[in-house]
């Protein structure tokens, strides 16, 4: 080499050398991004430290042991759970989360799970001292109740005629008490006592004996109340005496009228608009087979199903999404159609969903730990599942050849000839190469990826497992 050359390649390297190590520290500072809420991370793909909790404390290898010790967690992660949480990350990089039927069940769960654990359904009420005079009233009289149940508006109609023509409903015969009509029967009590949705004893206390009540609508279902009897209560303490009481019990009825009107205010603060200019199209859609219905998209113009049906604030929900979450809904119904009711009142249901989902993230409320686990958890699941049908499951076949070698190979484990055992040797085959493709697919994976453990939290969960478990067998002991 010219002396010029080995001058030009020198200076070459105290620039370039410089700016390759600069990218690799980059690189190892990317790598080494770690989220502490994870015991075990692989790339982006982490185990949240309480769902390996929830899950290990259902398992044997928990039972069995009186101390912990961050080695034997490690052990049990690396054989159980490992393995899973390498598919998952594989499935982010093949872009899988992209699968809009994951991401619609993804946003569906989301909504669902964020909206059901809006503060107003736990939030503690505070409570007048007029407010529980008003409740202490309402509890100077008890009722002789029966309810009767529907969850379809055709079952409704029918019960509610029945029912007010004389009629009666039988009580459920044993192994029917959760099927539909269902009818409940309450003697003797006061208001608030039973765990009556709140609707349903506010219609109760304005009957009189005898009356049947026009149907009252609450999540999905609907309730036909008829008032057999109302009487003075004597068995009612002094307001000072039950004044804790009704504290207690009113919580629920105050959460549920505050929820209304939360609702009723989120309402207006969204726009919500619903077209039901879509309904005689879905009713037409309804089909019915062996006591079972569902609207078919097939008889709705698919380029109507991508369109809006309800539209909160910038959220859509799509006729498509409509109907797959109202046949989900519908699972455990049987009716032979659907009227203009079922779908109003399950988009209502489904705004309020929305509404409340909305308020907490537009309020940036908190999620606890408790929420942010089971949605990670939840896409990790829909992940795995997707991966092994796609990459796994999909991919292995069997055929008569394949499962005819395979018994010959195997003979002495049938006792009869090929063609009467065929369908046993194809699974048998098949298992044992999804088994074996699974495990090419682990190791491969082992080698592609970087799998770490956040070794603090591992010793202080051993830590606090150890303790929990020896805080047990004293208790036990009846130390």
């Given at each position: 080499m010219y002396p010029?050359?080995k001058k030009?390649?020198k200076?070459?390297?105290?620039?370039?050398?410089p700016?390759v190590?600069?990218?690799a520290?980059?690189?190892?500072?990317k790598?080494?991004s770690?989220?502490n809420a994870?015991i075990m991370?692989?790339?982006?793909?982490?185990?949240?430290?309480?769902?390996?909790v929830?899950?290990y404390k259902?398992t044997?290898?928990?039972?069995r042991?009186?101390?912990?010790?961050?080695?034997l967690?490690k052990?049990?992660?690396?054989t159980?759970?490992?393995?899973?949480?390498l598919?998952?990350?594989?499935a982010y990089?093949?872009?899988?989360h992209?699968n809009?039927?994951i991401?619609?069940?993804?946003?569906d769960?989301?909504?669902?799970?964020?909206?059901?654990?809006?503060?107003?359904?736990?939030?503690?009420?505070?409570i007048?001292s007029?407010?529980?005079?008003?409740l202490?009233?309402?509890?100077?009289?008890?009722?002789?109740v029966?309810l009767v149940l529907?969850?379809s508006?055709v079952?409704?109609?029918e019960i509610?005629?029945?029912?007010?023509?004389?009629?009666e409903i039988?009580?459920p015969?044993?192994?029917r008490?959760f099927?539909?009509p269902?009818?409940?029967q309450?003697r003797?009590?006061s208001?608030?006592?039973m765990?009556?949705?709140?609707?349903v004893l506010?219609g109760?206390e304005t009957?009189?004996?005898?009356?049947?009540?026009?149907?009252?609508y609450n999540?999905?279902?609907?309730?036909?109340i008829t008032l057999?009897?109302?009487?003075?209560?004597?068995?009612?303490a002094?307001?000072?005496?039950?004044?804790?009481?009704l504290?207690?019990e009113s919580q629920?009825?105050?959460?549920?009228?505050?929820?209304?009107?939360?609702l009723?205010?989120?309402?207006k603060?969204?726009?919500?608009?619903i077209?039901?200019?879509?309904?005689?199209?879905l009713i037409?859609?309804?089909v019915?087979?062996?006591n079972?219905?569902?609207?078919d998209?097939?008889?709705?113009?698919?380029?109507?199903?991508?369109?809006s049906?309800?539209?909160?604030g910038?959220?859509?929900?799509?006729?498509g999404n409509?109907?797959t979450?109202?046949n989900?809904?519908?699972q455990?119904?049987q009716?032979?159609?659907?009227?203009?009711?079922d779908l109003r009142?399950?988009?209502?249901?489904?705004i309020?969903?929305?509404?409340l989902?909305?308020?907490?993230?537009d309020?940036?409320?908190?999620l606890?730990d408790l929420i942010?686990?089971q949605?990670?958890?939840k896409?990790?699941r829909l992940?795995?599942?997707?991966?092994?049908?796609?990459?796994?499951?999909d991919?292995?076949h069997?055929?008569?050849?394949d499962?005819e070698?395979?018994?010959?190979e195997?003979?002495?484990?049938w006792q009869?000839?090929?063609?009467k055992v065929?369908?046993?040797?194809?699974?048998e085959l098949?298992?044992?190469?999804?088994h074996t493709?699974?495990?090419?697919?682990?190791?491969?994976?082992r080698k592609?990826?970087?799998?770490?453990?956040?070794?603090k939290?591992l010793?202080?969960l051993?830590?606090?497992?150890?303790a929990?478990?020896?805080?047990q067998?004293q208790t036990e002991?009846?130390?």
């Amino acid at each position: 080499m010219y002396p010029e050359s080995k001058k030009y390649m020198k200076n070459l390297l105290t620039i370039v050398l410089p700016f390759v190590i600069f990218l690799a520290f980059l690189d190892c500072t990317k790598q080494e991004s770690f989220d502490n809420a994870n015991i075990m991370q692989i790339k982006n793909v982490g185990l949240r430290r309480d769902v390996f909790v929830r899950r290990y404390k259902m398992t044997s290898d928990y039972g069995r042991q009186n101390s912990f010790t961050p080695a034997l967690l490690k052990e049990f992660i690396a054989t159980i759970l490992e393995p899973d949480y390498l598919l998952i990350q594989h499935a982010y990089d093949k872009g899988m989360h992209k699968n809009p039927d994951i991401q619609q069940k993804m946003s569906d769960y989301k909504i669902n799970t964020i909206a059901n654990n809006h503060p107003i359904k736990s939030r503690v009420i505070a409570i007048s001292s007029e407010q529980l005079r008003q409740l202490y009233q309402k509890k100077k009289f008890t009722y002789d109740v029966d309810l009767v149940l529907t969850n379809s508006w055709v079952m409704t109609e029918e019960i509610h005629q029945h029912i007010s023509n004389g009629g009666e409903i039988e009580p459920p015969k044993e192994g029917r008490e959760f099927s539909f009509p269902r009818l409940l029967q309450y003697r003797d009590i006061s208001y608030g006592e039973m765990m009556i949705p709140p609707a349903v004893l506010e219609g109760m206390e304005t009957m009189k004996p005898g009356e049947t009540s026009e149907p009252i609508y609450n999540s999905g279902i609907w309730t036909i109340i008829t008032l057999n009897g109302k009487r003075n209560n004597p068995n009612l303490a002094p307001f000072d005496v039950v004044e804790r009481t009704l504290v207690e019990e009113s919580q629920g009825l105050f959460r549920y009228q505050r929820q209304i009107q939360l609702l009723d205010e989120l309402e207006k603060k969204y726009k919500v608009r619903i077209h039901t200019e879509y309904y005689p199209a879905l009713i037409s859609a309804y089909v019915t087979q062996d006591n079972r219905g569902w609207i078919d998209k097939n008889k709705i113009d698919s380029s109507d199903l991508s369109r809006s049906i309800i539209q909160i604030g910038k959220e859509t929900v799509t006729l498509g999404n409509f109907i797959t979450n109202y046949n989900t809904a519908l699972q455990n119904v049987q009716a032979p159609r659907i009227t203009e009711n079922d779908l109003r009142h399950f988009a209502d249901d489904q705004i309020n969903q929305y509404l409340l989902y909305l308020d907490v993230l537009d309020g940036e409320i908190p999620l606890p730990d408790l929420i942010q686990d089971q949605l990670v958890n939840k896409e990790h699941r829909l992940l795995l599942s997707d991966y092994l049908k796609a990459e796994i499951a999909d991919k292995v076949h069997v055929t008569d050849a394949d499962a005819e070698k395979y018994y010959e190979e195997h003979r002495e484990r049938w006792q009869a000839s090929f063609d009467k055992v065929i369908g046993s040797v194809k699974g048998e085959l098949r298992n044992e190469r999804l088994h074996t493709k699974r495990a090419d697919i682990e190791k491969a994976l082992r080698k592609k990826y970087h799998i770490r453990y956040n070794e603090k939290l591992l010793s202080e969960l051993a830590d606090a497992l150890t303790a929990e478990k020896s805080a047990q067998a004293q208790t036990e002991s009846g130390i």
